[in-house]
């Protein structure tokens, strides 16, 4: 990718990123309110709505990657060529914003309701994977990838408090008990999300793919049947792991915000339960959390972009206060101590601040990530690191859902009951402070590992732009010789589409991460 001249501004940055209000929001409205939509208004019973989410699910985990498959390969269309391999994606999705208000209509039956579920999980594959690759795309300069990644985590989180506070407000206007609440909502949410994706697309633009400038494909290279097209997806998945960055990053991703999944899933019951206050706590201080992660995630963008902090240095620094955000809540729980809802709020504003770290830190490393695997393969393949960390994400997140139930229920929780044994008390703190901490402290120790920084980083692109300008391999300095190997796990001479697939004995061993 030739570095380009065109800069990223906070107003293109916020023109990218407003696409992550349809991001984060979309699916917190879904996730807040859509279950009890479907229970209380639309006639299904827990299990039919249930199993609506179990099989989107499923095809989702399918779909993100096959759709990174297509838009790496789609420059190779007319369409693709006429309006780019991502974008194009944008546009066609945004007037298709408005299947999101189907999904609030009421008296429907099971089949309408699991069809346009699934066609919102169809939409929002075709919507986030191309445009998580246009950071990458649109620049080469660490601080204005910041930038993106930064403004698009902003518009998420208000993506998210606009889906918990919207539908109250509609409600003052409707009444709490009236479906039109949530028909409304949809329909509003529909406009706003139209708008987003159609604005991402005016403001945003692509790399040339490498392969037009430097290596002509073959005619009809990309025109097999779909078994090629199979085999192709699968190898590329796979291939994806063999770059050494990306997975140390998926360990790192996973594990941490597996983490916040599981600390979120029994943090309720933790209040409830442990510590003796009502539901109106909970909603308290989970709205402090989302409130300051605005600011928050600001704070990481400024420590990264202008006080050269580096990723791993950023994460610990996360990490740390979250820890002793466990540390407190144990400690509250074993000494039964008797907290003010000012201190818990201002533990909760740490929380938030922290937590948007470990949101941000790891998408903002993810755009960085196809500039390490472009060295080895001379390829532009944003689409298929985007489709693995989706495909990794969703999965990981049932697993660990399903686990927290199998452990509460062999531990006597009772869904319902005003008291629980104390042995489900101690699953239930048990599973907020240590498991969490755990998948933490799993992440906090990728960190040491994990070599990207600005100054590699920069090595790197000086590195590329050198051999597409047809430098010689030889010509290399040792300095920068080991910067590549760090970042890719291959020796120097096996970059560059040199036998991309054989590793030498000292480039990886068995036990690497």
Not at 231 to 236: E, N, R
Not at 303 to 308: A, E, G, P, R, Y
Request: aromatic share 14%; charged share 15%.
């Amino acid at each position: 990718m030739k570095p380009t001249e065109r800069r990223v501004g906070y107003g293109t940055a916020i023109g990218y990123g407003v696409t992550d209000l349809f991001g984060g929001g979309a699916f917190a409205i879904i996730g807040t309110w859509l279950l009890f939509f479907y229970t209380t208004y639309c006639g299904l019973s827990v299990l039919e709505a249930g199993s609506i989410f179990a099989i989107a699910r499923v095809i989702d985990a399918v779909l993100s990657p096959i759709m990174g498959y297509i838009t790496d390969n789609f420059a190779n269309t007319w369409l693709g060529k006429r309006f780019g391999r991502r974008r194009f994606f944008l546009l066609l999705s945004a007037p298709l914003m408005f299947l999101y208000a189907l999904l609030w209509v009421t008296d429907m039956g099971y089949w309408y309701y699991l069809g346009t579920y699934l066609s919102i999980e169809l939409l929002s594959a075709m919507v986030l994977v191309p445009w998580e690759t246009l950071a990458a795309e649109m620049t080469n300069r660490y601080a204005e990838r910041a930038r993106l990644s930064g403004v698009r985590m902003i518009c998420s989180q208000l993506g998210g408090f606009l889906a918990v506070s919207v539908p109250g407000v509609i409600m003052q206007f409707t009444g709490k008990d009236n479906p039109m609440t949530y028909t409304y909502t949809g329909l509003l949410f529909s406009a706003i999300f139209c708008i987003a994706v159609f604005t991402t697309w005016m403001c945003t633009w692509e790399a040339k793919d490498v392969r037009e400038e430097f290596e002509p494909e073959a005619e009809g290279a990309n025109s097999g049947n779909l078994w090629h097209h199979l085999k192709s997806l699968v190898l590329d998945l796979l291939s994806s792991f063999k770059i050494k960055m990306f997975r140390q990053h998926i360990i790192i991703y996973i594990a941490s915000f597996t983490a916040m999944d599981v600390f979120g899933s029994v943090f309720t019951y933790y209040v409830v339960y442990g510590l003796h206050q009502d539901t109106a706590a909970v909603s308290g201080y989970l709205s402090v959390a989302a409130f300051v992660s605005v600011p928050g995630t600001f704070v990481f963008m400024m420590l990264l972009s202008k006080f050269d902090f580096s990723p791993s240095a950023a994460l610990r620094l996360s990490y740390g206060c979250i820890f002793s955000v466990l540390a407190f809540l144990f400690y509250a729980y074993i000494t039964n101590l008797n907290v003010s809802f000012m201190v818990f709020s201002a533990v909760f504003v740490v929380l938030g601040i922290s937590r948007a770290g470990l949101y941000f830190i790891p998408w903002n490393i993810y755009s960085f990530i196809p500039d390490i695997d472009e060295i080895v393969t001379k390829k532009r393949r944003e689409g298929i690191f985007a489709g693995v960390m989706v495909l990794t994400r969703k999965s990981t997140v049932a697993i660990a859902i399903m686990l927290i139930g199998v452990v509460l229920e062999e531990n006597g929780f009772v869904k319902g009951q005003g008291e629980q044994p104390i042995q489900a008390l101690h699953a239930i703190v048990g599973l907020m402070i240590f498991a969490t901490a755990a998948l933490l402290a799993i992440s906090f120790y990728m960190t040491f590992k994990f070599k990207l920084t600005r100054e590699s980083h920069k090595t790197l692109i000086k590195e590329v732009a050198r051999l597409k300008l047809g430098g010689n391999l030889e010509d290399c300095d040792m300095e920068t010789r080991k910067v590549i190997k760090d970042l890719t796990g291959y020796e120097y001479d096996k970059v560059w589409g040199n036998t991309p697939g054989r590793k030498t004995t000292a480039t990886l061993t068995p036990d690497a991460p």
